[in-house]
Protein backbone atom coordinates (compact mmCIF):
# COMPACT_ATOMS: atom_id res chain seq x y z
CA UNK A 1 0.00 0.00 0.00
CA UNK A 2 1.40 3.49 -1.03
CA UNK A 3 0.52 6.54 0.59
CA UNK A 4 1.93 9.72 1.32
CA UNK A 5 4.02 11.84 -0.18
CA UNK A 6 6.63 9.68 -1.46
CA UNK A 7 4.60 6.30 -2.53
CA UNK A 8 5.80 4.82 1.07
CA UNK A 9 3.72 3.02 3.61
CA UNK A 10 3.60 4.63 7.01
CA UNK A 11 6.16 2.49 8.65
CA UNK A 12 8.42 2.60 5.44
CA UNK A 13 8.75 6.48 5.52
CA UNK A 14 9.24 6.63 9.46
CA UNK A 15 11.98 4.08 9.45
CA UNK A 16 14.07 5.98 6.63
CA UNK A 17 13.52 8.86 8.56
CA UNK A 18 17.71 10.07 9.09
CA UNK A 19 17.50 12.72 11.36
CA UNK A 20 16.45 10.79 14.42
CA UNK A 21 14.39 13.28 15.89
CA UNK A 22 11.68 12.51 17.82
CA UNK A 23 9.35 15.55 16.21
CA UNK A 24 10.23 14.37 12.91
CA UNK A 25 8.85 11.13 13.72
CA UNK A 26 5.09 12.87 15.39
CA UNK A 27 5.10 14.95 12.28
CA UNK A 28 5.62 11.59 9.75
CA UNK A 29 3.30 10.01 12.02
CA UNK A 30 0.54 12.68 12.05
CA UNK A 31 1.00 12.82 7.86
CA UNK A 32 0.23 9.07 7.72
CA UNK A 33 -2.06 9.15 10.54
CA UNK A 34 -0.23 6.49 12.95
CA UNK A 35 -0.86 6.21 16.47
CA UNK A 36 1.49 6.93 19.14
CA UNK A 37 2.17 3.25 19.81
CA UNK A 38 4.09 3.56 16.08
CA UNK A 39 6.55 5.55 17.79
CA UNK A 40 9.84 3.83 19.28
CA UNK A 41 11.96 5.35 21.02
CA UNK A 42 15.24 5.60 19.32
CA UNK A 43 17.48 4.25 22.56
CA UNK A 44 16.91 1.38 25.05
CA UNK A 45 15.06 2.33 27.87
CA UNK A 46 16.78 3.97 30.53
CA UNK A 47 20.32 3.59 29.00
CA UNK A 48 20.31 7.54 28.51
CA UNK A 49 20.48 7.63 32.54
CA UNK A 50 22.68 4.66 32.80
CA UNK A 51 25.46 6.47 30.87
CA UNK A 52 24.60 10.00 32.62
CA UNK A 53 25.16 7.89 36.62
CA UNK A 54 28.13 6.18 35.10
CA UNK A 55 29.92 9.46 33.90
CA UNK A 56 28.72 11.39 37.19
CA UNK A 57 30.49 8.43 39.62
CA UNK A 58 33.45 8.53 37.15
CA UNK A 59 33.80 12.18 37.57
CA UNK A 60 33.75 11.69 41.56
CA UNK A 61 36.27 8.94 41.66
CA UNK A 62 38.60 10.90 40.11
CA UNK A 63 37.49 13.69 42.14
CA UNK A 64 38.28 11.98 45.08
CA UNK A 65 41.42 10.60 43.64
CA UNK A 66 42.52 13.92 42.94
CA UNK A 67 42.10 15.20 46.81
CA UNK A 68 43.45 12.41 48.35
CA UNK A 69 46.43 12.87 45.92
CA UNK A 70 46.68 16.47 47.07
CA UNK A 71 46.27 15.99 50.63
CA UNK A 72 49.13 13.18 51.21
CA UNK A 73 51.34 14.84 48.68
CA UNK A 74 54.33 16.66 51.00
CA UNK A 75 53.52 20.45 50.96
CA UNK A 76 56.48 22.24 49.09
CA UNK A 77 58.33 24.16 51.85
CA UNK A 78 58.64 27.81 51.05
CA UNK A 79 61.06 28.62 54.19
CA UNK A 80 63.91 26.81 51.56
CA UNK A 81 63.20 28.27 48.45
CA UNK A 82 64.94 31.89 49.77
CA UNK A 83 67.44 33.40 47.97
CA UNK A 84 69.77 33.72 51.06
CA UNK A 85 69.28 30.56 52.98
CA UNK A 86 69.24 31.85 57.05
CA UNK A 87 68.12 35.35 56.70
CA UNK A 88 65.35 37.22 57.57
CA UNK A 89 62.75 39.25 54.91
CA UNK A 90 65.10 41.99 53.27
CA UNK A 91 63.58 44.88 51.41
CA UNK A 92 64.23 45.12 47.47
CA UNK A 93 66.73 48.57 48.75
CA UNK A 94 68.71 46.88 51.31
CA UNK A 95 69.64 44.22 48.91
CA UNK A 96 70.88 46.53 46.76
CA UNK A 97 72.53 47.86 49.40
CA UNK A 98 73.91 44.63 50.74
CA UNK A 99 74.86 43.20 47.33
CA UNK A 100 76.64 46.53 46.70
CA UNK A 101 78.45 46.06 50.48
CA UNK A 102 79.54 42.58 49.40
CA UNK A 103 81.10 44.07 46.56
CA UNK A 104 83.75 46.52 48.21
CA UNK A 105 81.15 49.08 48.35
CA UNK A 106 81.09 49.52 44.23
CA UNK A 107 79.31 48.13 41.43
CA UNK A 108 78.33 48.74 37.40
CA UNK A 109 74.76 49.13 37.41
CA UNK A 110 74.68 46.42 34.89
CA UNK A 111 76.24 43.75 37.05
CA UNK A 112 73.41 44.20 39.93
CA UNK A 113 70.68 43.87 37.84
CA UNK A 114 72.82 40.44 36.21
CA UNK A 115 72.92 39.43 40.15
CA UNK A 116 69.43 40.00 41.16
CA UNK A 117 65.99 38.30 39.13
CA UNK A 118 64.67 42.29 38.73
CA UNK A 119 64.49 44.20 35.50
CA UNK A 120 66.51 46.93 33.98
CA UNK A 121 63.63 49.47 35.01
CA UNK A 122 63.09 48.47 38.42
CA UNK A 123 66.95 48.41 39.24
CA UNK A 124 66.85 51.59 37.98
CA UNK A 125 64.14 52.84 39.98
CA UNK A 126 65.29 51.19 43.14
CA UNK A 127 68.63 53.36 42.71
CA UNK A 128 67.05 56.91 41.36
CA UNK A 129 64.94 56.07 44.71
CA UNK A 130 68.35 55.12 46.68
CA UNK A 131 70.38 58.21 45.61
CA UNK A 132 67.10 60.69 46.03
CA UNK A 133 67.81 59.56 49.83
CA UNK A 134 71.53 60.15 49.44
CA UNK A 135 72.04 56.10 50.53
CA UNK A 136 73.85 56.01 47.21
CA UNK A 137 75.80 57.44 44.55
CA UNK A 138 75.84 56.82 40.84
CA UNK A 139 78.26 57.96 38.93
CA UNK A 140 78.67 58.04 35.02
CA UNK A 141 80.98 56.32 33.25
CA UNK A 142 80.54 56.05 29.84
CA UNK A 143 77.59 54.10 28.86
CA UNK A 144 77.35 52.95 31.77
CA UNK A 145 76.15 54.20 35.85
CA UNK A 146 78.62 53.21 38.73
CA UNK A 147 76.71 53.08 41.53
CA UNK A 148 78.99 53.72 44.73
CA UNK A 149 77.70 53.14 48.59
CA UNK A 150 78.46 56.73 50.66
CA UNK A 151 82.64 56.94 51.25
CA UNK A 152 83.04 54.44 48.66
CA UNK A 153 83.22 56.92 45.50
CA UNK A 154 86.55 57.02 43.52
CA UNK A 155 89.15 59.76 44.19
CA UNK A 156 88.91 61.24 41.16
CA UNK A 157 85.06 61.53 41.18
CA UNK A 158 85.54 64.19 43.76
CA UNK A 159 86.35 67.42 44.07
CA UNK A 160 89.37 68.96 44.77
CA UNK A 161 88.35 69.89 48.14
CA UNK A 162 86.42 66.75 49.15
CA UNK A 163 89.83 65.05 48.45
CA UNK A 164 91.90 67.10 50.80
CA UNK A 165 89.24 66.30 53.36
CA UNK A 166 89.88 62.46 53.10
Known sequence: ?????????PTEALESS?????ASAVTASSRFGLGSEALRPLQGEGSAHV??????IALAVLGGLLVARNRYEEPPSFANQSDHPGEEFVTDR???????S????RMKQSNIVDSVDWSKAKVSRLLADLEEDDQITKLR????????????????SKSPEQANDD
Request: hydrophobic share 45%; proline share 4%.
Open 18 to 22: TDGVV
Open 94 to 100: ERIRQLL
Open 1 to 9: MSIGWWGLT
Open 102 to 105: ENGG
Open 51 to 56: AALAGM
Open 141 to 156: LGRENLVCLPGYEPTA
